[in-house]
């Protein structure tokens, strides 16, 4: 291995030249950084809060828009609801006895030459069967064709939904809509003396057509309070014992009771069509 000689052998020193003498240089200063430079950070922080608010400015109006959104829909919701909702059977109803004569309690042409009266308790769930089971098909080929005139006499014996039920059904009558309500109030029958409210009861009129401002304003009055009177006098007369009790007679004549053993009407036509032979 070679090594290398650590002497060093010292050079001849050349007397500088204006050509080999380097020319010495001027520093020159550094480019200084725009002002704005050193604020920087303090500005992009601030930026940076600014944002911030923004996005919760946004977030807060976005929430109150979408807030006043929804209580715009629902305030529209609730406007295009309509009065009877949530009340069934209403077309039925009305299909079954519109232009069929009404006055107070009584269905049907006042020439008919039978009468058929119902002693009926609308909270009664035998008399809600038969309403919405038998009455139709009696109403269709007896009363709608002039042959039968139907009378209710309304009792309350089960209970206070009854008497206000009753009440609410018996003012309807001064509009021709007792049979429309009660019909309703069958259909749309709850349990016993937990269902018959005044939002409910409005609900019906109103579906029935008649003017519930009225009605509510008649059903505790001195009249109506009379007619359920007189219709719990009748049915004591006649040994009512229960609902629905049925009388069949001819117009102006005496009546008599139609024993029932089921609810299918085969024995209401029976009946019906002995009074009308004779």
């Known amino acids: 291995m070679s090594v290398m000689s650590t002497k060093t052998k010292k050079r001849p020193r050349v007397p500088a030249t204006p050509t080999s003498r380097a020319p010495k240089r001027r520093s020159v200063p550094k480019p200084r950084p725009h002002a704005n430079v050193r604020s920087q950070p303090r500005t992009e922080h601030s930026s940076r809060r600014l944002y911030g608010y923004a996005l919760a400015l946004a977030a807060v109006g976005g929430a109150l828009l979408i807030g006043l959104s929804q209580i715009s829909a629902h305030r529209a919701k609730a406007s295009a609801t309509p009065p009877n909702a949530g009340v069934t059977g209403i077309a039925d109803t009305a299909a079954l006895l519109d232009g069929i004569p009404q006055q107070g309690n009584v269905l049907g042409s006042p020439t008919a030459p039978v009468r058929l009266v119902e002693y009926a308790d609308l909270q009664c769930p035998y008399c809600a069967r038969f309403a ?13 064709t002039g042959k039968v005139q139907l009378v209710m006499h309304g ?13 609410t059904a018996t003012a309807a009558g001064d509009q021709g809509r007792m049979w429309n309500v009660a019909e309703l109030l069958f259909a749309n029958q709850g349990p016993e003396n937990a269902w018959v ?6 609900s019906v009129v109103t579906a029935a057509g008649a003017n519930a401002e009225r009605v509510f304003a008649a059903r505790d009055g001195a009249a ?15 040994g009512v014992r229960g609902t629905p009790t049925f009388f069949v007679g001819r117009r102006g004549g005496p009546s008599a009771p139609v024993p029932l053993h089921t ?16």
């Open 224 to 238: 109506v309070s009379a007619q359920i009177r007189s219709w719990a006098a009748e049915g004591q007369a006649d």
């Open 197 to 202: 409210n005044d939002e409910l009861l409005r």
């Open 132 to 144: 919405v089971d038998v009455l139709p098909t009696i109403i269709r080929d007896y009363v709608r």
């Open 155 to 167: 009792l309350a014996f089960i209970g206070p939904d009854s008497v206000k039920a009753l009440r």
């Open 263 to 278: 609810l299918t009407g085969g024995e209401l036509r029976t009946a019906l069509d002995g009074a009308l032979r004779r």
